[in-house]
């Protein structure tokens, strides 16, 4: 495990600055202008952060909602006697919903329950694989089907729910199986 | 869909803070209007008689708890009125946790107080708390809207600088023919997941980088490499605001998190003392790679129902 981690997180340092490089010494090689190249393409970057705006704000705000008035606590009571029977426990359960709405919020949850519970107990290991197998779902969906301006999103909403949901159960299934 | 759980998180989000708001104040919860017998003891008794306005630190005994005080700041307004400012220590009561939580102020307790006559260096006086009402439709405004809608526009703006430099670099990439280049790579794997993007395509060079960039848990590099993805595709789209089939399969991958190692998750458990933080890497592997397939393979096979299907055309 500890070659595993220490080989990925190796190639994550590396990998900017070697990326850049190369691309940099490749387009130079291929005689492309790469200092025009590279302010043509960079100009559309204003672009994209201004037009994400209004959907991340409409994706956000919601989310806001949802969080500050108390709802997750109430849908986290009313279905807690069904994942209770899959084994996860009740205070788990927040960081389920949370977890594809709001990626700070997630964190927030998780350094709370490794602090109260200690980081080796049985949930804190499992508030633990759900934030590092999830994703922030809606932020996501946001962000990237704004950028080019796409309101129907089709399947991928239901498809990214249900991947979510899969991951959950695989996070709580998983824990119990080898540290329970 | 996205517009049904849009209108949910709003709806219930607001409906559950109404509901908690008048449930708490049917109950009076935070006990607004309950008048507390208190005495005062001035700390420094050489400044009497108070004047207005000014502000006296105190020590706040109430009667009917024994051996319980407070520190707090007493500002004398009118008559033998004023307003008590609180210290909230290890001693406050529970309730008034809440209440204080509720009114958030700073660092105190904000009560009325009235007193009968000037006395020597301590006050009997009636202490109220500032009523508390609407907790949650409060929270609702301030935490929840205009925080979040600040917040929307910080993380948009912040993305400007990281997303400029990823699309120079690309565009470098792409010029000099790079891009096709890495699309060739996996050109059987990608061909298969997106059969309606011709192989040559640079969409094909953008989502491999930043399915690369995600499996090293990249975000900075992933996010600009999936809008740019994104940019492309939709350069394929032939109706334009709606997702095409080759956008949704790149969204579930890119939601269903392929991050090989969480790196923030592993410094967290360690920084809390864990005694083999990286225990949780077997688990978030396999649970993550599990959601991804399944994910794809529900787009693939929701791709196939009529419902979405009819959306295209």
Known sequence: MDLLVNTVSTISILAIPALILFIVIYGAIKKVKIYESFVEGAKEGFNVGVRIIPYLVAMLVAIGIFRAGGAMELLARIIYPITNLIGMPAEALPMAIIRPLSGSGALGIMSEIIKTHGPDSLIARMVSVMMGSGETTFYVLAIYFGSVNITKTRQAVPAGIIADIVGILMSVWLVNLIFN | ?313
């Open chain 2, 1 to 313: 869909m996205l517009n049904y759980i849009w209108a949910s998180l709003i709806v219930i989000g607001i409906l559950v803070a109404v509901w908690s708001d008048w449930h708490e104040i049917s109950t009076n919860k935070y006990h607004n209007g309950e008048e507390y017998p208190i005495t005062l003891k001035l700390e420094d008794t050489s400044v009497l008689p108070l004047q207005k306005s000014f502000s006296y630190g105190c020590t706040v005994f109430i009667d009917d708890v024994s051996g319980m005080s407070q520190h707090a700041n007493l500002i004398p307004s009118d008559g033998n009125h004023g307003i008590l400012r609180i210290f909230v220590d290890e001693n406050t009561p529970p309730l008034w946790r809440e209440i204080f939580t509720a009114q958030k102020r700073s660092d105190y307790l904000l009560a009325h107080i009235r007193w009968d006559g000037d006395s020597a260096n301590s006050l009997s006086a009636k202490m109220k708390f500032e009523p508390v009402k609407f907790v949650h439709l409060n929270a609702v405004t301030n935490d929840g809207i205009i925080k979040y809608a600040k917040i929307a526009v910080e993380l948009a703006i912040g993305l400007i600088g990281i997303m400029a430099l990823w699309l120079g670099v690309m565009k470098i990439a792409e010029q000099s023919g790079l891009v096709a280049k890495i699309a060739g790579f996996l050109k059987p794997v990608m061909t298969r997941l997106f059969p309606d993007v011709p192989a040559d395509h640079p969409a094909i060079g953008s989502m491999i980088m930043n399915i690369s960039a995600n499996i090293l848990g990249l975000a900075n590099a992933a996010t600009p490499l999936g809008l740019k993805a994104m940019e492309e595709l939709n350069k394929l789209n032939k109706k334009l605001g709606t997702a095409t089939d080759a956008m949704c399969t790149f969204l579930v991958i890119n939601t269903s998190n392929v991050q090989l190692i969480p790196a923030t998750v592993i410094a967290i458990r360690a920084a809390a003392g864990s005694s083999n933080p990286t225990e949780i890497l077997g688990p978030v592997i396999v649970a993550t790679t599990v959601s991804t397939v399944v994910g794809v393979i529900t787009v693939k096979l929701l791709a196939r129902m009529q419902i979405f299907k009819k959306e295209l055309s």
